[in-house]
């Protein structure tokens, strides 16, 4: 198995971007969601790594990555596309959760050579007015109180129900805020607008070979959103080769609250290609 390594690896318009990699196996990246950068994986990547070489990594503006240009997903989706490029060389298996999610999407339609099969976890492809409003109260919290008091904020609705009764639920709290409060408002709040800006329902029929993972609890991005979004329930019969599966009892933030679950349905879904890398 290869040793965990971390470095830097440095982009064509002078942007750095700061990665983990760890595992054996076909190359998978993580794209992290709005306000994590690469620890909102930590729990998910331990259970990937006996089949995977998994990247982790901080999107340029977050954690220990730095930005020469704009933030938004479009340019995301760029940064990733020419960092797979010229880390790997060619495809990679590409996993994107939340805002992760969204940029992966962006990814397969703009630059389908960087990647083989797209998994996507917990998002929308168009906001519903219910998930704007939610986003208009954590970037005020953001500006007027940090990082750490989003990460409070949005664990109210990130989390099943029952997940407060977990005797590790402390524990996986504490992880959040750790990990959201290693970045700066700034970049949530850009990468937050950029989202509700989007509209991707076009770019669904373009996608590669997809599996759609969510929570049966995910408040924030649930798989059937009002009227007004557009989500799983609509990209499964859209997405050429599609495949959807819910997590029972499981909220937003799915591979902090389900890791091992998630791992087995990502493995499932990628390996069943024959690819052992």
């Not at 059937?224 to 029972?248: C, N, Q, Y």
Request: charged share 25%; proline share 5%; with cysteine.
């Amino acid at each position: 198995m290869r040793e965990v390594s971390v470095a830097t690896l440095e982009l064509g318009d002078g942007s750095v971007v700061w990665y983990r990699r760890e595992g054996t196996g076909p190359t998978i990246v993580d794209i992290h969601g709005s306000g994590f950068g690469y620890r909102n994986f930590a729990m998910l990547t331990p259970h990937l790594v006996d089949s995977f070489d998994v990247i982790d990594l901080d999107l340029p503006g977050y954690g220990q990555s730095t930005a020469n240009g704009p933030l938004g997903v479009a340019e995301w989706a760029n940064y990733v596309a020419e960092f797979i490029e010229r880390l790997i060389g060619g495809p990679a298996y590409v996993h994107g959760t939340s805002m992760g999610a969204v940029v992966a999407t962006r990814l397969a339609a703009d630059h389908p050579e960087a990647l083989k099969d797209l998994v996507l976890s917990c998002c929308l492809f168009r906001y519903d007015n219910a998930a704007r409003h939610m986003r208009h109260t954590w970037k005020r919290g953001a500006m007027d109180s940090g990082m750490v008091q989003v990460a409070d904020q949005t664990a109210a609705a990130g989390f099943s129900r029952s997940f407060y009764d977990r005797p590790d639920a402390t524990d996986i709290l504490d992880r959040l805020r750790t990990a959201m409060g290693s970045n700066e408002p700034e970049s949530f709040v850009a990468g937050t607008e950029s989202l509700e800006a989007m509209d991707l329902s076009d770019l669904l029929p373009r996608l590669p070979r997809t599996l759609l993972l969510g929570g049966d609890e995910d408040q924030m991005t649930p798989p059937v959103p009002a009227e007004s979004g557009v989500g799983f329930d609509t990209a499964v019969k859209v997405i050429p080769d599609a495949e959807l599966r819910i997590l029972e009892k499981c909220g937003h933030y799915l591979v902090l609250e389900q890791p091992e679950r998630a791992a087995e349905v990502i493995k499932r879904f990628v390996l069943r290609s024959g690819d052992t890398g």
